[in-house]
């Protein structure tokens, strides 16, 4: 049976497979050769164990995995952190997983790194910028580093266009669309848009809503970011 189902959900976080699904184009064995790279020219220490903010599907956990690394992710979906959870209990691998905000968090052993991908630096005010770096220092080993993935943006004035993809894979059929908007220049504040229509292709259990559109997983990213680049 080839059908749309039709259902309208606040947020794209808490369908972790249609998350992986929609960013399965990302060559996430290339991002762990960065991570390497970075560990080769600026970490002091060797990296045993690491932490993901915002950590969501914990896209590289079987590359953590395969280096015998640690692995700690922290999140505030549950949702995510399950399915999180559970690839690494499939793994059988070392992984600790916490719900908590990356605005002020501690952890009870510290790591030798810490990364924030995809711009999921998720603050509001210069005083939340702070006390995130301020929870991220406290997780770290003394000469530990910080990673982040496309958090400081230089060019944040205007609004980075409207981007679309598709994805076509195990029966689902996802359209994404990516909005920024800029709401304060002066708090150089964004607010990013993910919007996934999503279609799939046999009967399913999903609530039906009306008759005959697309799927609408907005996730309308919870926070305009403030750049890091402020402080
Ligand atoms: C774009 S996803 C990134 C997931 C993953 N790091 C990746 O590379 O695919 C952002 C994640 O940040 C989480 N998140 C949002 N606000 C957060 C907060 N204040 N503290 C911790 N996690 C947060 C969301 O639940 C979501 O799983």
Redesign the pocket.
Known sequence: MHREDVMRIMSL?DFPRY?DLA?SF?DTHHETQVFDECFRRFSKISVRRVL?????????LEAWEKRGIEYVG????RV?LGYARKRARNLGMIATFLK????NFHLTRPVDFAY?????L??KTTSDLRSHFRSVARALNPRGLYFLDWCVNFQWKEAAPVQHWTVRKEKVRIRMKFESEVLSRVGQMVRNT?TAGVKRCWQTTVPRVGGGCSNCLSSR???ARRRSRQV
């Open positions: 976080y998350y960013f990302r993901e903010l915002g950590s969501g599907t914990s896209p590289h922290l999140d505030t979906s995510m908590d905000d990356m605005k924030t991908m995809l711009g999921s998720f603050v993910l990213v919870p926070s």
